[in-house]
């Protein structure tokens, strides 16, 4: 029937959006299809980006539930940002997450001076930059390594949560914390311990909750991370 019509075939390849292969025909039914499309109109869906010669320092803040794990990024981020570096930082959740869910913690990284946040689910995952409409990406936990890709060069990268990754990483303690044995007994990765309350263990140097100067010294080293001269 349909040749008896005359039809032809007309291929439609997909669209480039910063770097992404798009379907022409994507369907904008949901909030979450609107903010993606306003996303790629904008060139903003983070694709990932070219390696710069130096890769960045990423590096885990880890610890049980109510340790105060967002607190001391927060006020890392904004220590290291003062003294120069460029710094994001990812935040992941072990349950499904939404804009509204995640909003205060990104915000308090984003405000704190972080240029990018990337958020973390088992199902979905997004980057999110300041003035900038979240847009998701509906697929399941990325490996670390591709959420760094997708980020915009960086000096330094920390890292909210997974607690188990290989990552060299500063373990907090709180007192009024979740229940949990100490994360540095069997993680070699911990290389400071933030904490409220002393620690008998001397294996790993351990801060003062507070001492949010010493703890960017600690980690800085860790990294061997040093200002570049441009920006010194």
Request: charged content about 25%.
């Amino acid at each position: 029937m349909v040749d008896r019509l005359g039809a032809v075939a007309v291929p439609f390849s997909d669209l480039q959006f910063g770097g992404e292969a798009v379907d022409p025909f994507f369907n904008i039914n949901t909030p979450e299809d609107l903010a993606l499309a306003e996303a790629l109109l904008a060139g903003s869906s983070s694709p990932p980006h070219k390696a710069e010669r130096n890769a960045p320092f990423v590096v885990g803040v880890a610890g049980w539930k109510n340790s105060g794990k967002t607190t001391l990024v927060e006020r890392l981020v904004a220590t290291l940002v003062r003294r120069g570096y460029r710094v994001s930082t990812i935040k992941h959740s072990h349950h499904d997450v939404s804009f509204e869910a995640e909003g205060t913690d990104s915000a308090r990284h984003l405000r704190a001076g972080a240029q990018e946040v990337a958020l973390i689910s088992p199902r979905r995952w997004a980057v999110l930059r300041a003035g900038q409409q979240i847009a998701w990406r509906e697929e399941g936990e990325p490996a670390l390594a591709t959420v760094v890709r997708h980020l915009a060069p960086a000096d330094i990268v920390i890292v909210e949560g997974l607690k188990r990754a290989q990552i060299p990483k500063i373990e907090v303690r709180r007192t009024a914390q979740g229940d949990g044995p100490p994360l540095a007994a069997d993680d070699p990765f911990v290389f400071a311990i933030a904490a409220d309350h002393g620690i008998a263990d001397g294996r790993v140097p351990s801060f003062a909750l507070d001492d949010v100067a010493g703890l960017a010294d600690a980690l800085l080293t860790a990294g061997g991370v040093k200002l570049p001269r441009e920006r010194a």
